[in-house]
């Protein structure tokens, strides 16, 4: 992988890791924005836990070298997770703003996964 390809990954990586670790603290710790926020989305305010754990995992299976496997179901829960969280917003009419976040943090995942180095992937090309 070019120098180049490296850099965007680490930078994607870093901020997806940043964010996923961020809002899975904020969602084990039930703050009452986000209880409130999952209530008005018409999800159960325990599904904030089952999230945060989840999220928390997927960094460290994303960040620890080796563990392919887990890399690709990492990833592959952020992509549902955000995706889940945009079209959730869509269907409870949020405002566009409500849609940065989960936006974001899509295309961070789909970055980091596209640029990950040849040892971080499941099958080698």
Same mark, same amino acid.
């Given at each position: 992988m070019k120098k180049r390809g490296?850099?965007?990954?680490?930078?994607?990586?870093i901020w997806l890791s940043l964010?996923?670790?961020s809002t899975g603290i904020?969602?084990?710790?039930?703050? @009452? +924005?986000?209880?409130?926020?999952?209530?008005?989305l018409g999800y159960p305010?325990?599904?904030l836990t089952i999230i945060g754990v989840w999220k928390i995992l997927g960094v460290i299976a994303v960040l620890v070298p080796k563990f392919?496997?887990?890399?690709?179901w990492a990833y592959a829960g952020f992509?549902?997770?955000?995706?889940g969280a945009i079209?959730?917003?869509?269907?409870?009419? +949020?405002?566009?703003? @409500?849609?940065?976040?989960?936006?974001?943090?899509?295309?961070?995942?789909?970055?980091?996964?596209y640029f990950r180095p040849e040892d971080r992937k499941l099958i080698n090309s």
């Open positions: 490296k850099i965007i990954y680490w930078v994607a990586t964010g996923m670790v904020v969602q084990l710790l039930q703050m @009452e +924005d986000e209880v409130q926020k999952m209530n008005t305010s325990y599904f392919q496997l887990a890399k690709e992509f549902f997770i955000m995706s079209f959730t917003h869509l269907a409870v009419g +949020d405002k566009a703003v @409500e849609y940065f976040g989960p936006a974001l943090l899509l295309v961070l995942t789909i970055v980091s996964w």
